[in-house]
């Protein structure tokens, strides 16, 4: 594994464990060349799978952008790290389920407004601006009132169940 700081290809791990969601093994490393220590992580990758962006540009799939726009989205909200992983985890299954090997950028955009909004609703309209492209003012004043109908409802759930 290439050191993050010296980039040598020489470490050694000091200690292996299981995540939370045992969705991936956690290895603390350490360089043999500058003694830097970082961690990896190892996953079980079903399929490669490949994102077709709005403008038909194709590009491998890379977990690390969905949990960066998330981290982006939750910047400064109180969500932990580990319900971004576990959250991106989920996202990541449920496209390995769907058997495509190539899926829109937009689809994958969709099922991360579905984990944001479990998460946390400031995060989630942080998430919708860029993803829906708000314009001005009025588009989040119309998205905001569509959200505010979602919290209605789901109160009027809670109460009757």
């Known amino acids: 594994m290439r050191?993050?700081?010296?980039?040598?290809?020489?470490?050694?791990?000091?200690?292996?464990r299981p995540t939370e969601d045992n969705s991936a093994i956690r290895r603390r490393r350490v360089c043999a060349g500058c003694g830097g220590r970082f961690t990896t992580f190892e996953r079980i990758q079903l399929r490669?799978?490949?994102?077709?962006?709005?403008?038909?540009?194709?590009q491998s799939f890379?977990?690390?952008?969905?949990?960066?726009?998330?981290?982006?989205?939750?910047?400064?909200?109180?969500?932990?790290?580990?319900?971004?992983?576990?959250?991106?985890?989920?996202?990541v299954r449920q496209l390995e389920s769907e058997g495509d090997s190539?899926?829109?950028?937009a689809h994958i955009?969709?099922?991360?407004?579905?984990a944001l909004i479990n998460l946390d609703l400031v995060g989630y309209i942080r998430y919708a601006s860029v993803y829906k492209d708000f314009r001005n003012a009025d588009?989040?004043?119309?998205?905001?009132?569509?959200?505010?109908?979602?919290?209605?409802?789901?109160?009027?759930?809670k109460k009757k169940g």
């Open 102 to 105: 190539e899926i829109p950028a």
């Open 48 to 58: 490669d799978m490949t994102v077709i962006k709005s403008d038909d540009k194709h």
């Open 3 to 16: 050191c993050p700081f010296c980039q040598s290809d020489e470490s050694q791990v000091k200690d292996s």
């Open 109 to 114: 955009g969709r099922f991360v407004m579905q």
């Open 139 to 157: 588009d989040f004043n119309d998205f905001l009132e569509k959200v505010q109908e979602l919290q209605a409802e789901d109160a009027k759930k």
């Open 62 to 91: 890379d977990r690390s952008k969905v949990v960066r726009s998330m981290q982006l989205a939750l910047r400064k909200r109180p969500v932990e790290i580990e319900a971004i992983e576990n959250a991106v985890t989920g996202i």
